[in-house]
């Protein structure tokens, strides 16, 4: 389809011209380029005010050097300036991990890296400020929306106050922004001014303490001031506690931060979305592609996602890494197949599709659909996480919606395929529920997701292998991964696929040590895998993780929590991804010496390891990362035998492994046998291992890796009892550490005064 230029919403006084407009009602800033997509915050602010009735452009990445003529060429909006920094925090935008400029920008015309400067909420509304002091100032977007607060800032290590304060703004719009926009718009029309406007939901504000609005109430949240959480690192860790439990409520209370002497109100959160106001949302007309503006040059972000489709918002994982529950919140809001198929529809249609959707997704693949049974259960729950340290016994884990969804895109003309590149929760693919439709639907999923939407490569996100690390991060147990791979690898064989399962790891967690991270190594190698998808941890606003490494304290518990934090401490970790390269061999092995673990080197050095061992007194190895297939599942000594004392050493199978959820043992593991007390081979002759004695005969190479495993497992655990009732090895000296998701009553907020 042709789009004409009026098409799009204008960006500059031409444009306007066009329309027959010779005044705006309200002017957005984007950090981004332009592109008319409901992916694209900016967008789908823009395409709701204009809904409304409102006369709307957008200044993309405007230049804010010299003159400022782009700030200026639109002239004064009769309402107010919005500011949006772009889709991703523009410091992780712009940084790597190590504070280094990124060479690249994925949201800029030919990836150039000068179209945006550090803070742009900062940055555009001191000139808009000065320029225009007397317009309001909006500030809206996942950069203003996750500095609501006092938060530790990685880019300049120090703890810094509200956005509002360094900014100037007279307001934040939090989270996903389509009602308090709409809100705002009409306060101001109705002729309020903007420092009267104070009871809009999800917004914040600064006042004095007199003018808080009904005053300080018996039922808000005082929060450490600003000035205290300087000084006080566990009032700052308490802090975002009380952030991310409002987050995650369905009936929020507000909370008040005092800063510079005056008051951070934070107005809680409209009520979730309906599946109505969502279509409502993803049914505006967007034309779907860049701006005229950007002819001949590529965006990268937009071409990663211009034939996928979002099925819902907000995410109840509660990765304690993750923004997106306090951002989006941790409720599932779900589009209608209608609207769905709509969008599909509309992609077909554009000149370069070739019949592949890149993904039918969201913030995690298989959470369409999902929801509390009992509604009144989850309107008095603040966990931050659905489905650890164990998935709710509420939550409806049922994958029906989700595939008649993809069965529903898949019957329509002009769709030869349709891939899931989203991540997959395959905690929620392998729990067992009392309902066995569930687990049906559950295994049809597991079997329709490897043959029909992976494109050769599925990519999944354990994060780590150390149980003490994942309690942190709030990811399920690597045993789960374990169980996953192998149904995949049966899938495969079954279908006659030949696909590779790769997984992303984070270094430098919070609570992860080096040995955690030789371990790692040492597990990925005994399943062949060659690290691509790997990644220091980096601190970004208002995360529990960033708020835990920046304090030292985990903030539902405050205990202790160590962090790797110079870049010799990161680095230590981080090579360990890369085992398998000669040139990281010496460093990896002085640094197991170092640490006290050389027994780790035999296990990733073996001269007779099949799968990565030396091949005439040298590793081999391959320069490209891969996955293990069901031919080489890879399970070689680097898994086999005794550990060493590693203070994570029981990791390396499930209890009963292959006895996990909705994929149970007869099936899966023993050829249809039962299990006794956990163990295959019930009433059969064993090979003294608890396998029946034919087993590598009858089973094949997965099942005797799998023995392996098992052997490690119990070795591995023996010797970790033995070490922690001795006090010995990792554990002398060191402290329990602790890890309460599910806080208690003594956890609870402080209400009505501040300490």
Known sequence: ??????????????????????????????????????????????????????????????????????????????????????????????????????????????????????????????????????????????????????????????????????????????????????????????????????????????????????????????????????????????????????????????????????????????????????????????TRLPHPKYKGKTIPAYEMIKFSVNLHRGCFGGCSFCTISAHQGKFVVCRSKESILKEVKKIIQMPDFKGYLSDLGGPSANMYGMHGNNPKACERCKRPSCV????????????????????????LPGIKKSFIGSGVRYDLLLHKSKDEKINEAARQYTRELITKHVSGRLKVAPEHTSPEVLKFMRKPSFDLFYEFKRIFDKINKEEGLNQQIIPYFISSHPGCHEEDMAELAVITKGLDFHLEQVQDFTPTPMTISTETWYTGYDPYTLEPVFSAKTPKEKLAQRMFFFWYKPEERRAIESELRRIGRADLIDKLYDRKAPGGGFHKGKVRFDDKAIGSTYNNPGVGRGAKGKRGAGRNAERFAPKGYGNVGCYDEEKYLNNGRPLHNGKPGRGKATNGKGYPANNRANNGRANNANANIRDAVAAARAELRAAKEQGSGFFKDKKKKSFNPNFDDNNRSRRGGRR
């Not at 010779?22 to 809904?51: K, M, N, W």
């Not at 016994?393 to 595939?403: A, F, G, I, V």
Request: aromatic content about 8%; proline content about 7%; some cysteine.
């Open 388 to 411: 650890h340290p164990q998935i709710c016994p509420n939550l409806n884990t049922d994958h029906s919606k989700l595939l008649d969804i993809y069965h529903a895109v898949d019957a």
């Open 1 to 286: 389809m042709d789009y004409k230029l009026t098409d799009f919403l204008p960006t500059t006084k031409k444009e306007c011209e066009l329309r027959g407009w010779d005044q705006l009602d309200i002017i957005l800033f984007s950090g981004d380029a332009y592109i008319d997509h409901p992916a694209f915050g900016p967008a789908v602010i823009g395409r709701t005010l204009e809904a409304h009735g409102y006369k709307i452009a957008i200044v993309p990445q405007p230049d804010w050097h010299g003159d400022f003529r782009d700030f200026k060429k639109l002239g004064r909006p009769r309402l107010f300036f919005g500011i949006s920094p772009g889709a991703m925090d523009s410091m992780v935008n712009r940084y790597t991990a190590n504070r280094r400029m990124r060479s690249e920008d994925a949201f800029s015309p030919d990836s150039r890296h000068d179209m945006r400067p550090d803070y742009p909420s900062i940055v555009y509304t001191q000139i808009l400020k000065k320029l225009y002091p007397d317009v309001p100032v909006a500030l809206g977007g996942i950069e203003a929306s996750l500095r609501r607060i006092s938060h530790y800032d990685y880019w300049q290590d120090k703890l810094k106050k509200c956005i509002l304060c360094d900014s100037g703004a007279d307001i934040i719009l939090y989270g996903m922004g389509e009602k308090s926009i709409i809100a705002l718009a009409e306060a101001l029309e109705s002729g309020r001014k903007i420092q009267e406007i104070r009871d809009i939901p999800q917004t914040v504000f600064l006042c004095k303490e007199d003018e808080i609005p009904g005053g300080i109430r018996e039922d808000d949240i005082l929060l450490h001031s600003h000035e205290e959480c300087l000084h006080n690192k566990k009032g700052q860790a308490e802090n975002v506690r009380h952030l991310e439990e409002e987050c995650n409520k369905v009936h929020a209370q507000r909370m008040i931060q005092p800063v510079d002497n005056k008051m951070a109100v934070v107005n809680p959160p409209f009520p979730v979305m309906t599946t109505e106001e969502l279509d409502a949302s993803f049914d505006l007309p967007y």
